[in-house]
């Protein structure tokens, strides 16, 4: 069973820095598809960052020129480097992994993902 678990969440003050950390183990996948989105109180989840199966990173237009995303040589481990945060990048932040093959969609598509962690809670005051 795949399980996909985050951390590095925490409460920081606008313009600040935090560093989530992702890893996905188990099933029988070599690498993964993987991805983070956010849920903001009262709005619907959306992309923040991916990388696709080619390697392609991509990000949310608010995430550019703050955020940065990595991913491990072995395919199951992804960091993202938040910079000068601000308040509304309040949120519950998720982890996902996708299988090798999907839908023909980006790391930024929520349907290409199989497996999803527990969120990671980031607070940004100001």
């Known amino acids: 069973q795949v399980r996909v678990m985050e951390s590095g969440g925490g409460s920081v003050q606008a313009g600040g820095s935090l560093r989530l950390s992702c890893v996905v183990s188990?099933?029988?996948?070599?690498?993964?598809?993987m991805g983070w989105f956010r849920r903001a109180p009262g709005k619907e989840r959306e992309a923040v960052a991916g990388?696709?199966?080619?390697?392609?990173?991509r990000y949310a237009d608010f995430a550019k020129d703050r955020f940065t995303i990595s991913k491990d040589k072995a395919g199951n481990g992804l960091s993202l480097q938040m910079n000068s945060l601000k308040p509304e990048d309040t949120a519950l932040y998720y982890c996902?992994?996708?299988?090798?093959w999907g839908f023909g969609g980006t790391s930024l598509d929520s349907v290409e993902y199989n497996w999803w962690g527990q969120g990671t809670q980031v607070n940004v005051s100001s």
């Open positions: 996902a992994a996708g299988a090798p």
């Open positions: 188990g099933g029988h996948y070599k690498s993964f598809l």
């Open positions: 990388v696709d199966r080619d390697g392609t990173s």
